[in-house]
């Protein structure tokens, strides 16, 4: 079992930034990756931002490149997506997910094994 908790949303105008974090225990030794994923009312689970456990390669959704970073400490099992330059289409809930092996289409919530809480994040006009 892995457990996965959010933290770090919350409420920011446009044009700001913040930094969520997804710290992970239990199984933390075999997995292929973490993902973000973000999902606004209404509308379906969104690929944002992807980091693979060993070898750290990043991935991001077109609608993030510049603005978004993944990054990971792996001595504290944790993830950090740093959201710079918010604009409010991006509120959202945002979800950390663990996937704990390869899948062809890593971008998909289908991919992932594990699943945070989320964490809200409403950015204002």
């Known amino acids: 079992q892995v457990q996965l908790v959010e933290s770090g949303g919350g409420l920011v105008q446009a044009g700001g930034s913040l930094r969520l974090s997804c710290a992970a225990s239990?199984?933390?030794?075999?997995?292929?990756?973490m993902g973000w994923f973000r999902q606004a009312p209404g509308k379906e689970r969104e690929f944002v931002a992807r980091i693979t456990w060993i070898y750290g390669r990043l991935y991001y959704a077109d609608f993030v490149k510049g603005r978004f970073t993944i990054s990971r400490d792996n001595a504290k099992n944790t993830v950090y997506l740093q959201m710079n330059s918010l604009k409010p289409e991006d509120t959202a809930v945002y979800y950390c997910?663990?996937?704990?092996?390869?899948?062809?289409?890593?971008?998909?919530?289908?991919?992932?094994?594990?699943w945070g809480q989320g964490t809200q994040v409403t950015v204002s006009s």
């Open positions: 997910a663990t996937a704990l092996r390869f899948s062809a289409d890593p971008d998909s919530s289908a991919a992932y094994d594990y």
């Open positions: 239990g199984r933390t030794f075999s997995w292929y990756g």
